[in-house]
């Protein structure tokens, strides 16, 4: 753990006597918005059956409801983060969450399937440009260390726990209503963060830069390249002229984002976060683990209505001990890491991780829910709640204030472009296990699918392990008293383990 990973602040003496329960408001506020963008990532998944009725997706085009959110999510939250710094990060949180809002209202009210997918980027961009901004408000508005970290941990809960919260609010909604429904239920929190915002959240300090529209073209193209490449990967096959041509266009593109970011000025990824040891291997591990846990989501949630046989409600009802167990754990280690510092967690939780993983490739047609899939889903969820809190606090230790918003932008790609690329990897695992069923039944040809996408699974969750035994070292107990002082907006500075600060 990095000494001062949350460092105390030298506030103002008008920030030192914030109110309480004002800043307590403002983090609601927060809070509201970070579970809005995590949650639609998934909300939609226990929907699509009801979605392909109505408005006549093709099997194809139903995948891309829920891929061009994360698309557009995650490949603008770098430009999010930047517009965050410059413009202002309470004006940009407002601004996403209208452009979100009203995207949503035009998502429940598509009639075509072209207007729905329209209407789901457009939620994308809305979430790229608002998400960047909350963990820096978060930051920017809790200058005590101790109220930091209850803070930080909350919005760890969100970021971990949305995705599962997502299945059940989307098993709930359908079965009650309609999958209209998951769209309209972001209008009231919408307007509510747009109409509280301007009124709790105390506007950080701005940092002069220029927009790096070069560097933010090509690591969107390059990396929606990427994540298409593995889609027509599934379907057409490997050596298929339109799968090379997407990998093709991703290297030369993201090759293109790597030569424009060293030569900016003011680049839009500041290439020193990555090449610090601790932060860069970081980002790769939060990198894996969001595959591993979105491709999770996506195949549990498959086999219990394919084979299985279950409802939308029961389907959402069954992620409930998951998301329990998110949330608790997301919750418990923030008052744990400064008494034992971080690496316990970081090197027990993926282990938890990774056993759940290898009993679901254990499943069978017909296996139980309890407890085939229960225990594992148990295993997953404790994991994942102690995993993401020490990862995060490793990962934003020592960003400087002028590039909080970079860094926590970066974050969070790397979670949004983790869950598409996890996703269409074990997408293209599944397809090429379940192409030749070999007189097997239906539901036998599909559970040896998920056995081997989770198979994947877990060996994604074995590198994210290996980077962390092997290049992130954060140090010991954290000792607040004992650094630097910090500038506002930063998670902590100058942390001297650990490759936090710049080099």
Not at 273 to 298: D, H, I, K, P, W
Not at 320 to 343: H, N, Q, S, Y
């Amino acid at each position: 753990m990095p000494e001062n990973i949350i460092a105390p602040v030298r506030a103002s003496t008008q920030e030192a006597r914030s109110d309480p329960p004002r800043q307590g408001l403002a983090l609601a506020v927060i809070l509201t918005c970070q579970l809005m963008v995590i949650l639609d990532a998934t909300v939609v998944s226990i929907a699509l059956p009801g979605i392909q009725r109505t408005l006549h997706f093709s099997p194809a085009g139903l995948s891309w409801v829920q891929n061009i959110y994360l698309l557009a999510f995650g490949g603008l939250l770098l430009l999010g983060g930047r517009a965050g710094d410059i413009l202002g990060r309470r004006r940009l949180l407002t601004g996403g969450i209208a452009l979100f809002t009203l995207a949503s209202l035009l998502g429940g009210l598509a009639t075509t399937p072209t207007m729905l997918l329209i209407a789901r980027a457009a939620q994308g961009v809305g979430a790229a440009v608002a998400a960047p901004s909350t963990l820096a408000l978060i930051i920017s508005t809790y200058q005590d260390t101790e109220r930091r970290a209850r803070a930080i941990g909350l919005y760890s809960s969100m970021s971990a726990g949305g995705a599962a919260v997502g299945m059940i609010v989307g098993g709930v909604l359908t079965s009650a209503f309609s999958w209209r429904s998951v769209m309209f239920i972001n209008i009231p929190f919408g307007l509510a963060v747009v109409l509280l915002a301007p009124r709790l959240i105390r506007e950080p300090e701005r940092h002069r830069s220029r927009f790096d529209l070069p560097g933010a073209v090509t690591a969107t193209l390059g990396s929606t390249a990427l994540v298409y490449g593995f889609i027509r990967a599934a379907t057409a096959g490997w050596s298929a002229g339109s799968t090379l041509g997407c990998f093709a266009a991703a290297v030369l593109l993201l090759a293109g984002f790597t030569l424009i970011e060293s030569r900016t000025a003011q680049p839009l990824l500041p290439l020193h976060l990555l090449r610090e040891r601790t932060r860069g291997g970081g980002y790769l591990a939060m990198l894996m683990l969001a595959s591993a846990m979105f491709g999770m989501f996506f195949f549990v949630t498959q086999y219990l209505q394919n084979v299985l046989g279950y409802s939308a409600l029961q389907t959402g009802g069954a992620f409930l001990p998951l998301a329990v167990l998110i949330f608790v754990g997301a919750r418990t280690v923030p008052r744990l890491v400064p008494r034992t510092g971080a690496r316990p967690f970081l090197l027990g939780a993926p282990l938890l991780l990774g056993s759940g993983l290898l009993l679901l490739t254990r499943v069978t047609g017909d296996t139980a829910f309890a407890p085939g899939i229960l225990v594992p889903m148990l295993l997953f969820g404790v994991g994942a709640g102690c995993t993401m809190v020490p990862l995060s606090l490793t990962i934003l230790a020592g960003v400087r204030p002028q590039e909080s918003g970079a860094a926590s932008g970066t974050l969070q790609t790397m979670q949004q472009m983790g869950g598409a690329l996890g996703t269409a990897v074990l997408l293209t695992v599944f397809t090429s296990a379940t192409r030749h069923p070999g007189g097997r039944s239906p539901h036998a040809v599909f559970a040896h699918g998920v056995d081997e996408a989770m198979g994947m699974a877990a060996v994604f969750i074995g590198v994210a392990l290996l980077l962390i035994v092997a290049v992130i070292r954060p140090g010991g107990r954290p000792r607040p008293e004992a650094g630097a002082p910090a500038a506002t907006g930063a998670p902590g500075a100058g942390a001297r383990s650990g490759g936090s600060g710049r080099r």
